[in-house]
C-alpha cells in the first residue's frame, strides 16, 4: 500500500479543531470569482471585526441561515423587523452595528456590482487580477495589512462599506485568494499554485 504523503499546514492552525483544519485545507487561499462567495465573506469579516476568525467560521452555517444563504439584494432590504430578529438569533454575533453594516454594504455591494458589472471585477483590480503569493516561513511572518489592503480599504469606505479597515481587507484577501499566504512549507501553498498557474501569479518577498 502506498503510504499517503505528510501534510504540512500553516503554523496558525489548530489541528484539534477539524472545522479550522478542512477550513485551511479546502477554502482559504483559494481564489474567489464568486460574488455571492465574495460577499458572504464580506459579511463574516465584518462580523469578525474584534474577534476570532474561528468565532464566526464556528456560526457561520447559522449565518448562511440568517442572512438568506448571503443574497446580498435580499439583505439590502432588510429593515427593522429583521434587524430585530438577527439581533434575538443566538447562533450569530448579536451586534447591532455590525448587523447594520451588513445590511448597508449589501446595498453599497449592490451599486459596486451595478457600476463595474460584477463585485469580482471591482475587488480583483486591487491586486491586478492576479493572485500575489508571499515568501511566508512563521507565525511571524504573516503581515496584518498592505498597500493593496490600504488602499482597497480607502475605496471601499469612500463607496459607502463598513467595517472594511485595512485588517479586515486584508484578512479578506487571504481568505478569497487574493494573497497565498500559505507558509512555504505548507501543502496547500502548492496545491493551490498548481491551480492558478504560476504565471498568473506574482510572487512578493517579505
Not at 485551511?24 to 470569482?33: I, K, L, M, R
Not at 460577499?39 to 474561528?54: N, V
Not at 447562533?91 to 455590525?98: D, E, L, P, S
Not at 445590511?103 to 471585477?121: D, H, P, T, Y
Amino acid at each position: 500500500m502506498r503510504k499517503k504523503p505528510d501534510i504540512h499546514r500553516c503554523p496558525w492552525v489548530d489541528l484539534s479543531k477539524p472545522d479550522y483544519v478542512a477550513y485551511h485545507d479546502t477554502e482559504w487561499g483559494v481564489p474567489v470569482h464568486d460574488d455571492r462567495r465574495l460577499f458572504e465573506f464580506l459579511i463574516l469579516e465584518g462580523a469578525q471585526a474584534g474577534l476570532s476568525w474561528y468565532t464566526v467560521l464556528r456560526k457561520r452555517g447559522n449565518y448562511r441561515i440568517a442572512f438568506d444563504r448571503f443574497d446580498p439584494e435580499k439583505v439590502a432590504e432588510y429593515g427593522e423587523r429583521k434587524v430585530q430578529e438577527l439581533l434575538a438569533n443566538p447562533g450569530i454575533i448579536r451586534n447591532k452595528a455590525k448587523i447594520l453594516a451588513s445590511i448597508n454594504n449589501a446595498r453599497s455591494f449592490l451599486k459596486v456590482q451595478e457600476a463595474f458589472g460584477s463585485f469580482a471585477a471591482y475587488i480583483w483590480r486591487f491586486v491586478d487580477g492576479k493572485p500575489i503569493v508571499h515568501q511566508l516561513r512563521t507565525l511571524g511572518d504573516y503581515p496584518a495589512t498592505s498597500p493593496e489592503s490600504d488602499a482597497m480599504s480607502k475605496d471601499l469606505r469612500q463607496r459607502g462599506f463598513q467595517f472594511v479597515g485595512s485588517t479586515i481587507c486584508y484578512a479578506h484577501m487571504q481568505a478569497t485568494g487574493m494573497v497565498n499566504d500559505h507558509t512555504i512549507t505548507c501543502t496547500r501553498r502548492q496545491e493551490i499554485l498548481k491551480g492558478y498557474g504560476t504565471s498568473s501569479a506574482r510572487t512578493r518577498l517579505r
